[in-house]
């Protein structure tokens, strides 16, 4: 059973820094593309950021050069680095796992969340002004 488990949200002022988290279980995560998505009240879900099998990671444009995703294959863990975050980054944040190449590699965040069949139960960053 593939399981998702994502930690670190929680509250902050405007410019500050949270670190998620995303525990696999239940299958080797190296050769998916491991994501980052979130949803904002009343929003719909939107791809944050996308690393694949070999690190390389690509980004929205709203987060690129404050966000930063990794990974540690030893831990079967994938990292989201947010900085200088703003207001307009409270959302529930999501970490989801992907054998298509519709996200990494020449794949877009844009693509429909909806493709994504293995989610994590998602965790809360609120960001206050």
């Known amino acids: 059973q593939v399981q998702l488990v994502e930690s670190g949200g929680g509250s902050v002022q405007g410019g500050g820094s949270l670190r998620l988290s995303c525990v696999v279980s239940g299958y080797t995560y190296s050769s998916y593309c491991m994501g980052w998505f979130r949803q904002a009240p009343g929003k719909e879900r939107e791809g944050v950021s996308a690393i694949d099998s070999d690190g390389i990671t690509k980004y929205a444009d709203s987060v690129k050069g404050r966000f930063t995703s990794s990974k540690d294959n030893a831990r079967n863990t994938v990292y989201l680095q947010m900085n200088s975050l703003k207001p307009e980054g409270t959302a529930m944040y999501y970490c989801?796992?992907?054998?298509?190449?519709?996200?990494?590699?020449?794949?877009?965040?844009?693509?429909?969340?909806?493709?994504?069949?293995?989610w994590g139960q998602g965790t809360l960053a609120t960001v206050s002004a």
């Open positions: 989801a796992a992907d054998r298509t190449s519709l996200y990494c590699g020449g794949g877009s965040l844009e693509t429909n969340y909806r493709y994504i069949k293995v």
